[in-house]
C-alpha cells in the first residue's frame, strides 16, 4: 500500500475503510540469518537497510514492548551535524544526508523539517570555539554560518540579546538542522522493513544469548529459543543489562534526562535554538508546544523519570533565554534512559563473542542518527567490516587511546 | 531524593555531586602484575545495574565528605548511606 495524495483523496471519499496495518505481527520462525534486537530507531533502520541495501534476507527485529516506545518516542526531536572531531563529523553529516532522502525512500511522512538550529555564544572565547567548529563541519561537507547580533536579532526577536549576565554575542546556523516527528521514523522504518520481509515480533523479551565456543548462535526469548546466524543488539538505554548476559562489561552507564512540552503556542519559535550559557535547547513543534531540555539528573538510573531539581535548572535556562515565555505553562515533562559513554561518542562494532554485534552508547545523540547508525550497523553485520564513516567508533577504542571526546570531560559519563 | 548523611542527617541530594560506582575505591596497584588492563577496567568499565548499585557522592556543599550510598537506580530509593572513609578502611585502603 503506497501512500500518495490520490491515495488520501480516495479514502477520504471511501470512508477511510481501506487502511491496514503497517506491518505483520508473525509468529517468530526457530531461526533466522540476522537478529536485531531492539525494535527502536536503530532496530528498526538496521533491519531495513539489511534487507534493502545489502539484500539480506531473513531478518528478525525483536522487542520486549512494542516497537517506538522506548528512546526513539522519548527524545526532542532534533537533527544536526554540528560536531568537532573527524570521528564523528562525517558520521553525523551522513546520517543528515539520509534524513534529507528520507521520507521520499521510506514513501512515508515523517515531517522532516530543515527548520534551521542556531547555537549561540555569549562570550568572545565562546565564539572562537563556534567558528573552529563551523569550520571543522565545513571541511567535512556539512553547511555552517556564523551569525551577527543583527542577523540574530532578525530571526529570533523575542530573545534577551542583553541578559546583564550572559550577553549574546551571535550564533553558529546549520541551516540544514531542525526537526522529524519521532514516532513516524520507527513507524516509516517499520513498514518499510515489513514490506522486504523482515519479521517485527513485538512483547518478546530477550532473556539470554545462547553461545558455545565463543560463537553467539541466537537468542533465549520469552517466546522460546531464536537461533540465529548474527545477532545485533541495538538496545540504547539497556545495553549493559542486555550485553550482560553475553558476559560483557560495557563503558557506559544509564543515566535519566527529562525533556518537557509546554502548552500549544502560536507559532514563535522558527528553528531550534540553543543557550550557550546553560545547558537549555528548544524547538517548536508543528502542533505549537514548546519541545525543550537540558541536563542529566547526573546520577545512574533507570526510572524513565527524573528529579525536580533539573526541571528547575532547564527551566531557569528557558527564562534567562526567553523571559516573555515566563507565563507559559508546562503540559507534560517525561524521562529516557541514555547510554552514556566513557567519552561521548557511540559504539558500533563487533564484540568479543563471534557473531555477536553491538550499537549502543549514544548518550544524548542517538536520534539524529538514526539513518546512519542503521546504515552503519547493517554494513557491519552483512559485511563484517564497518562503514566508512563509523570506522572510529570501536568498542575497544578505551584500551587503544582513541577516545572521541568533543566535550573534552574525560571518563565522567554524566558530564559528556 | 534525600541522603541521609551518618553525621548530619537528611541532607538534599542537591548539595552533593555525583561521582559514580563504588567500586572506584578499588584503585588497582600501579606496580603490580596487568596494571594496565586493570587500570582501564577500573577507568572505563561499569556495572551499570538495574537495582540496587552502591555509588560514591560528594558532599561538595556540605561538610566536604565522601558517602557510599546505596541506591536503587529503578526507583532512586535510598536504602543505605555510609562513610565512604569507613567503606575504604574495611576493604583494606588507605594504610
Redesign the interface.
Known sequence: MRYSGFRVLKEALSGHKGWRPLWRSPDPQPAYDIVIVGGGGHGLATAYYLAREFRQHRIAVIEKGWIGGGNVGRNTTIIRSNYLLDGNEPFYEYSLKLWEGLEQELNYNAMVSQRGIVNLFHSDAQRDAYIRRGNAMILHGADAELLDLAALRREYPFVDFDNARFPIKGGLAQRRGGTVRHDAVAWGYARAADALGVDIIQNCQVTGFRIENGRCLGVETARGHIGAGKVGVAVAGSSSRVMAQAGLRLPIESHVLQAFVSEGLKPVLPGVITFGAGHFYCSQSDKGGLVFGGDLDGYNSYAQRGNLPVIEDVAEGGMALFPGLGRVRLLRAWGGVMDMSMDGSPIIDRTPVEQLYFNGGWCYGGFKATPAAGMCFAHLLATDSPHPTATAYRLDRFARGFMIDEKGMGAQPNLH | ?IIDHPLLGPCD??EFT?K??ACLIDRPEGLGDGAE?AF??Y????????GL?R?LWFHEQGDRSWLVVT?N????EIVGVELARDVARSRGRGR
Not at chain 2, 73 to 76: A, R, V
Open positions: 531524593m541530594a542537591q555525583y559514580g560506582d588492563a582501564h577496567d577507568a572505563y568499565l561499569r556495572d551499570n545495574p538495574a548499585h555509588e541506591r537506580t529503578l526507583t532512586h
